[in-house]
């Protein structure tokens, strides 16, 4: 049986809004089911799962409760102030939550890099990452005297953990999908394992799939040989080696024709590169610089030579907020503001705000970004 889009999260909470206790997940999916119906038992899960420490804490195996500065309806009490760089401003909240909490068609683009599911930047993985060994980040070993990034295994990823991604996503894209207004770009970055479950998660939540944009530029995913047969099977590599990073682009639908859009809400496009030269869907590129990656150390830093561009288009008259929900380190906001765009982001952990507070500025400044 399959329940209204946010169904399963009202009954959640109202069952511990009412409780006004901690209770185990048996309890939480019990209650659930007696409101709903059936309800397989990994949504309830991953919806918990999701949403720690943001909405619920958890106190114990296998229980949860509402974390204390939540009221009733799931939204924050309070939201911490926003730091503000130039045209940017960015908020240390729950990305969820303050969504949320945000007004219909208030901003005119998204363009942002999620955590996928939140397996890989979940508190107990970023610790393994770390101590440099174990979970879901797969340490390289040195190359040609040059030490690799790390890097998330999402081929480790089981089937309740993909169930949780498209969860994960599907509730992203009903949040966006109210807040961005008609004709909004909304661009994500993904990979080519799990790109296809982002589309159809965010189309299912009523945004348009609009195609992908492809950043081409060489991985270190992929090319390997089997593992503890390498010497026997020397000839072999178990997946190819990737050289591009695939880009989501979706859209909120359009209020009348094209050109009725972009007359009343500015969006509906993609800003062109020159009078001759339209944006266009592959783009070539290279890794994060060192530089870069010493003014902002984020496992997942994308480079402002790839960046500055695709913000630039997202909004086809320059005009308008572009919004990263998952802004990491700030180098989203760094682009817009080296673009001229007005930027909103929204980031979670605490080191990574601390990280962008002093980066967006330098980022936003580098000169030699210059393009492929």
């Not at 204390?68 to 760089?85: C, E, F, Q």
């Not at 906001?333 to 765009?341: D, E, H, Q, R, S």
């Amino acid at each position: 049986m399959s329940h209204p889009p946010g169904a399963v999260r009202d009954s959640i909470l109202a069952f511990l809004s009412a409780l006004d206790r901690e209770a185990s997940v048996g309890e939480i999916i019990a209650a659930v089911e007696r409101h709903l119906g059936r309800v397989p038992e990994s949504s309830v899960r991953s919806y918990l799962n999701l949403n720690v420490p943001g909405t619920f804490e958890r106190t114990g195996r296998g229980r949860y409760g509402l974390r204390r500065a939540t009221k009733a309806n799931g939204h924050p009490a309070v939201v911490r102030p926003a730091i503000v760089v130039e045209k940017a401003k960015l908020y240390h909240a729950d990305c969820f939550e303050w969504l949320a909490d945000q007004p219909e068609n208030s901003v005119h683009a998204v363009v942002t890099d999620p955590p996928y599911g939140v397996v890989e930047y979940s508190k107990k993985e970023l610790e393994k990452l770390g101590n440099g060994r174990g979970g879901i980040w797969r340490i390289p070993p040195s190359y040609d005297g040059h030490k690799r990034s790390p890097l998330p295994r999402f081929t480790v990823l089981s089937n309740e953990e993909r169930a949780a991604l498209y969860t994960f996503f599907n509730r992203f894209g009903e949040l966006v999908a109210r807040v961005v207004v008609p004709g909004g770009n909304v661009i994500i970055a993904s990979n080519p394992i799990l790109s296809h479950i982002v589309a159809a998660a965010m189309s299912d939540a009523g945004l348009e799939l609009r195609g992908y944009v492809a950043r081409l530029t060489m991985t270190m995913r992929g090319g390997d040989r089997a593992k503890n047969a390498h010497e026997e099977f020397a000839d072999v590599s178990v997946m190819p080696r990737s050289q591009w990073e695939p880009w989501v682009v979706l859209r909120r639908r359009l209020d009348g024709r094209v050109q009725d859009n972009l007359r009343k809400w500015k969006t509906g496009g993609f800003r062109r590169i020159s009078d001759d030269r339209p944006f266009g869907d592959v783009v070539r590129s290279r890794p994060t610089t060192s530089s870069e990656k010493r003014i902002a150390p984020h496992p997942s830093l994308k480079p402002q030579h790839f960046l500055r561009p695709l913000v630039r288009a997202s909004l086809p008259m320059g005009v308008g907020v572009v919004l990263d929900p998952f802004a990491g380190s700030g180098s989203t906001l760094a682009a817009a503001n080296a673009v001229g765009y007005e930027s909103v982001g929204v980031e979670s952990n605490d080191k990574f705000v601390k990280i962008a507070t002093g980066a967006i500025k330098k980022l936003g400044s580098l000169k030699e970004i210059e393009p492929v």
